[in-house]
């Protein structure tokens, strides 16, 4: 998010093992678009890089001015790098929750056009778009862009039109009553706001396996893996996904590893990949797809090591020490529980001709939602959150901004209240 300055050194991550901690730093580095070295060192090294390791808990990320944070969280290195600040304001017109395309596309349109704005988000900025290696289908990128890069232009541009971003900070409670909406987050502060747009998108879905929550970050990762990708020079990687985001990630490995092999559960990848993606894995040559393939098991001690494959049917233990999964996303609404705001089956945010006469019991105005409004007046929805919403980056962000359209309306019937 912020590189450090050309006559510095760049961050640097110092572990002793290849671990979830480390790999939690590394990943929230990458996706922020912070340039750093990971230099991982054998165990029991009393220095490395210049730095005394005697006695201190790793990992360590020492920032560009010789500053160091022993075994910091994600959290803890925003805050050291000045990103962490409380919000400016206690009262806005709109808070918008998540920071990704969606939620970043309506910042950016509605502080534009005036609106005082929150954006609060409680990780790095670009959402699940930000673990993706290279976008190469979104309008005006003939050369493609890395969804960090895209999400941190976004952020810019948001921030220079005025919206106020409170960042790695979360809400732990949200009430929508008589037109006033309150998010109290995890500090203890309250902010208000006239009006909310439900932008939280969703988390990659996780493997059910025995062994996985163990391994994970140590061996086992979800998304593209853009921050592990340079340490698989020389290996035999798999991915599990047979969408776009499975796509992107075996291509960005395949530029690094000796080989890659992409899991696909079902029986091609024509139904669920983008054309360009799938002619592109079919002509590279250190790339193979294997169809009707499921993991059934992953095993090591400290670090991946073998993986079972069932393939129709068949059982195949294979050595492996990263697998990168990438099976889609399940929505982050379980704020929603304590609210009005009506879910689909799934968990998805309901809005609009979606909602049902059941989903609206509550519903007090004569009006009907709007396109991407709630089952509560004033609260909106946008992105991957919203139920049957495209998964794309470009419906996000053109929801975002219909979104400031509606809100505007949202607002213009409010004014006299």
Not at 270 to 297: E, F, G, H, K
Request: with cysteine; aromatic share 6%; net charge negative.
């Amino acid at each position: 998010m912020i590189a450090p300055a050309d006559d510095k050194q760049p961050l640097r991550v110092v572990a002793d093992a290849d671990g979830p901690d480390a790999y939690a730093l590394r990943d929230y580095l990458t996706r922020s678009e912070v340039p750093f070295l990971s230099i991982v060192v054998p165990a029991g090294s009393s220095s490395a890089a210049g730095v005394d390791l005697v006695g201190r808990a790793l990992p360590l990320v020492v920032l560009s001015d010789g500053a160091i944070l022993e075994d910091p969280t994600p959290e803890q290195v925003a805050s050291a790098l000045g990103w962490v600040n409380p919000p400016s304001r206690s009262t806005y017109d709109l808070i918008i929750h998540g920071a990704g395309p969606a939620g970043l596309s309506a910042a950016v349109y509605a502080a534009s056009e005036g609106l005082s704005v929150a954006v609060i988000e409680r990780d790095a900025v670009g959402g699940q778009a930000g673990f993706s290696s290279l976008i190469e289908n979104y309008l005006g990128f003939p050369g493609g862009i890395s969804g960090a890069e895209l999400a941190e232009r976004a952020r810019r541009q948001a921030v220079s039109f005025g919206a106020d971003l409170v960042l790695m900070r979360h809400g732990v409670d949200r009430t929508f009553t008589d037109h006033d909406v309150r998010a109290r987050l995890a500090d203890g502060s309250e902010i208000h706001a006239h009006a909310a747009l439900c932008a939280t998108g969703v988390q990659w879905r996780r493997l059910d396996l025995p062994r996985a929550h163990d391994l994970e970050g140590a061996g086992v990762y979800y998304g593209a893996g853009t921050s592990e990708a340079s340490a698989c020079i020389g290996l035999h990687v798999y991915v599990v996904g047979g969408a776009n985001s499975a796509g992107q990630a075996a291509m960005n490995l395949a530029a690094h590893a000796a080989h890659v092999t992409v899991l696909v559960r079902g029986p091609s990848l024509s139904s669920t990949m983008s054309a360009y993606l799938l002619n592109r894995l079919a002509v590279q040559p250190n790339v193979t797809i294997l169809v009707n393939t499921r993991v059934v098991d992953v095993d090591g001690t400290d670090h991946l090591q073998e993986i079972t494959l069932d393939q129709a049917g068949t059982a195949t233990r294979v050595p492996a020490t990263h697998l990168f999964v990438c099976i889609g996303g399940a929505p982050n609404t379980a704020w929603a529980e304590t609210t009005d705001v009506r879910l689909d089956a799934r968990g998805f945010l309901l809005t609009g001709i979606d909602l049902s006469a059941g989903d609206l019991d509550r519903w007090p105005l004569e009006r009907a939602p709007h396109y991407l409004e709630t089952s509560v007046p004033g609260v909106f929805a946008a992105g991957d959150v919203r139920a049957n919403s495209v998964k794309r980056v470009a419906s996000a962000v053109g929801e975002g901004a219909m979104a400031v359209t509606l809100i505007h309306r949202y607002l213009a019937d409010i004014a006299p209240l």
